[in-house]
């Protein structure tokens, strides 16, 4: 970066805001995913008007500009490929509002996620979107990549939940999109695009989202099985059932036994699945509900059901499955984890799918996730400076993504597109999709400098 751009961004953040240190551009080069690239500056933002600033600026010297959250994306959205600028959001990370009345909180975007229901838990009321990385993801990143979690199948992810939001546009212009209605139709849905927008449209700086009561109540258990079919088939039966569990987690032998080596929380080493499992509600609805879904695990062969009888005993089994990323990045040197999602009623097949495909290329994989979403986390566990193993991680991939196309299903359920899954979005929604996302990006991004080279290439003449 030139001495006099150094001086003008210093001008807008002040000079303790602004990094050009290499040790500094390594510590943002990457996120949780593979991708890894230097920027030559990184500031961080404590006001709306001086991103806004940012980007007139950005867009006068034509530098490209990477809006970061805390960095836990899995798909590479925060590493500044095209190089220019990070723009740190978390030190944006105050309460602006809480509005218990109408079960609203404003706050903005760099904001921790799990920072909101000690706050709203005063009024009986939580934020239901919970990835696993609640603790230290942001507002900001979650919304960018429509993030979910755990409580998706009852509670949905997070577009269910925002309502309105303060945006600084490419060009530095700031808008209100939605609002705090229950309703409001005035105008396009102009939020719902910015929703798993992975900073391509612009920089979210505030960002209004819904409430809910907190149940009166939760029933948790482990159901546990000796087929992993049997386990996957039990999924769709429990829905089939009319059951809407706020948690069904699925963990296979290869992840359970990462797990316990990781940390002892319960789990049945010599099973070949578990289901975790949470009902809530009013206490007779939720236990009525468990006590069906152990009806519909046992027609399915489960070889037992065992109820968390205490809050610890629950928290246990929760923090397993909370771990088992971290888990599985210790059997092997590396992974790559996906989260290709199906139908639910197609998870057997799914699943089946994903172990012969790994069998097939001689390959170990760890298979977790959201089963109730039909929203898989396949990860493949290997040695990437094995160039024979990681082409052959590459193939399994390649052909995980097809098989989840082949089912009507998507390549990816929460964690985006960015950089790893960009060669294959087109598979999905076709060339006509892909010109329709560049038309979008290019209204409001013209000059293709806000987090270029994501999700999708732009056309040649307005690439940076
Ligand atoms: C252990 C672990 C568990 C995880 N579990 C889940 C899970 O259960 N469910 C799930 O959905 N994800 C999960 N993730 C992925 C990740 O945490 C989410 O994608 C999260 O939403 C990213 O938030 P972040 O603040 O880290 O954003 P970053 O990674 O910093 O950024 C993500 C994207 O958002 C954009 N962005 C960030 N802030 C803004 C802003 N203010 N305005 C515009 N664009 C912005 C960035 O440019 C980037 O494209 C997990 C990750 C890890 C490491």
Redesign the pocket.
């Known amino acids: 970066m030139k001495l006099e751009q150094r001086i003008q961004l210093e001008k807008i953040f002040g000079p303790e805001q602004v990094l050009t240190a290499v040790e500094d551009m390594v510590a943002y080069s990457y ?2 995913s593979h991708a890894e690239v230097q920027p030559e500056a990184v500031v961080f933002a404590t006001t709306t008007e001086q991103v806004s600033e940012l980007m007139r600026f950005a867009y006068r010297e034509g530098i490209p500009v ?10 590479g ?2 590493v500044p490929i095209k190089r220019g600028i990070v723009l740190a ?2 030190r ?1 990370n105050r309460v602006l509002d809480f509005d218990p009345a109408n079960r609203l909180i404003t706050v903005e ?2 904001l921790t ?1 799990a920072a909101i229901d000690p706050i709203v838990a005063a009024a009986n009321l939580f934020y239901p979107p ?5 603790t ?15 409580r998706g199948l009852k509670y949905g ?2 577009k269910d939940y925002v309502k309105m939001m303060k ?1 600084v546009l490419p060009q530095g212009d700031i808008v209100i999109l939605g609002n705090k209605c229950v309703k409001h139709v005035a105008g396009f849905n102009m939020e719902g695009i ?1 929703v798993g ?4 449209l ?4 505030e960002v209004t989202l819904a409430l809910l009561p907190i149940p009166a109540h939760r029933e948790s258990a482990l159901a546990i099985f000796n087929s992993l079919d049997d386990a996957a088939r039990s999924v769709a039966a429990i829905i089939a059932a009319g059951v809407t569990p706020s948690t069904m987690e699925f963990i296979d032998r290869a992840t359970i036994n990462a797990i316990q080596d990781f940390k002892d929380c319960g789990l049945p080493r010599d099973a070949e699945a578990v289901l975790l499992l949470e009902t809530d509600g009013e206490k007779h609805s939720a236990e009525a509900e468990m006590a069906r879904v152990e009806i519909e695990v046992a027609a399915n062969q489960a070889r037992s059901f065992v109820r968390a009888k205490s809050a610890e005993e629950r928290d246990r089994l929760f923090a397993g499955r ?1 771990v088992a ?2 888990a599985l990045a210790r059997v092997r040197p590396n992974l790559i984890l996906e ?1 290709a999602t199906v139908m639910r009623s197609k998870l057997p097949e799914m699943v089946r799918g994903i172990s012969s495909i790994a069998r097939r290329h001689g390959l170990q994989v760890g298979i977790f996730g ?1 089963a109730g979403d039909g929203n898989l986390h396949p990860t493949f566990l290997l040695d990437m400076r094995d160039p024979d193993e990681m082409a052959r991680t590459e193939l399994a991939v390649t052909e995980l993504f097809q098989l989840a196309i082949d089912l009507e299903g998507t390549i990816s ?4 597109v ?1 950089v790893e899954k960009k060669p294959f979005l087109e598979r999905q929604i076709g060339s006509a999709g892909i010109a329709l996302l560049q038309n979008i990006k290019k209204t409001f991004d013209p000059l293709n400098l806000l ?1 270029p080279g ?1 999700m999708f290439d732009m056309p040649v003449e307005s690439a940076v």
Do not use: W
């Not at 990477?66 to 798909?75: E, M, Y």
């Not at 230290?136 to 979690?149: K, P, Q, R």
């Open positions: 996120d949780a990477t809006p970061r959250g805390q960095g836990s994306g899995l798909s959205g925060s959001m978390d944006m975007a760099g996620t919970d990835p696993g990385s609640v230290f993801s942001t507002i900001g990143g979650n919304v960018a990549e429509n993030a979910g979690g755990l992810v997070t945006v910015f927008s992975e900073g391509l612009g920089i979210m700086t909370r990323l971290n989260d959201h359920g929460e964690h985006g960015g987090n994501k």
